[in-house]
């Protein structure tokens, strides 16, 4: 390799240009290892919010302050360690959360979402969640009840908020 080519690759100071090489390697491997998990989003449970394929990031840091709140699209492990699911935060702990003609209802009051575009007639019973559990669903309510995975999770089992 000429001098020039060299120079080119690797600049004035090739010691520099590869210390700085491995510190990027470093922070890439920890960011992208421990602090943002890349998730790609599967079916359609999230429409029109999250397309099927699309690819997300999870903030694993988001909840070490401060907890999870109403409206936050969360990944969720539900069905083992490498299964993780992205939903909607709808009940918050302590809450009765039921869902009537397919519009969630918290502590007797029908919920604002205006994230959700289509409604079957979905019914669930009232429930009481407990002091760490959230209610997660999915935002595109126009499938079938059976088709989708909803319901409680405890907040052990929430991985992070979903940045995009």
Same mark, same amino acid.
């Given at each position: ?7 080119? /690759? ?6 520099? @240009? ?12 920890? @960011?992208?290892?421990?602090? #943002? ?9 999230? #429409?029109?919010? !999250? &397309? ?8 694993? /840091?988001?909840? @070490?302050?401060?907890? *999870? ?8 492990? #539900? ?5 993780? !699911?992205? +939903? =909607? ?10 869902? %009537? ?7 007797? =009051?029908?919920?604002?979402? *205006? !994230?959700?575009?289509? $409604?079957? *007639? ?6 009481? %969640?407990?002091?760490? &559990? !959230?209610? /997660? ?9 059976? &088709? ?6 405890? $907040?052990?089992?929430?991985?992070? +908020?979903?940045?995009?």
């Amino acid at each position: 390799m000429s001098d020039r080519a060299r120079q080119v /690759l690797f600049g004035r100071n090739p010691r520099r @240009t590869v210390v700085r090489l491995v510190v990027l390697a470093v922070v890439s491997f920890i @960011t992208f290892t421990w602090i #943002l998990i890349p998730v790609r989003a599967q079916g359609v449970s999230m #429409l029109p919010t !999250y &397309e099927s394929g699309s690819f997300n990031l999870v903030n694993r /840091l988001a909840y @070490t302050i401060n907890a *999870p709140s109403r409206g936050d699209v969360v990944a969720v492990q #539900l069905a083992g360690p490498h299964v993780v !699911y992205i +939903k =909607r935060i709808v009940g918050m702990p302590d809450e009765r959360v039921a869902i %009537l003609k397919g519009v969630v209802v918290v502590n007797g =009051r029908p919920l604002d979402e *205006p !994230y959700v575009r289509n $409604r079957a *007639p979905w019914n669930l019973s009232e429930m009481h %969640l407990a002091s760490d &559990e !959230y209610f /997660l669903v999915g935002d595109n309510r126009g499938m079938s009840e059976g &088709e989708h995975d909803f319901g409680r999770a405890p $907040r052990a089992r929430i991985i992070g +908020k979903v940045l995009f």
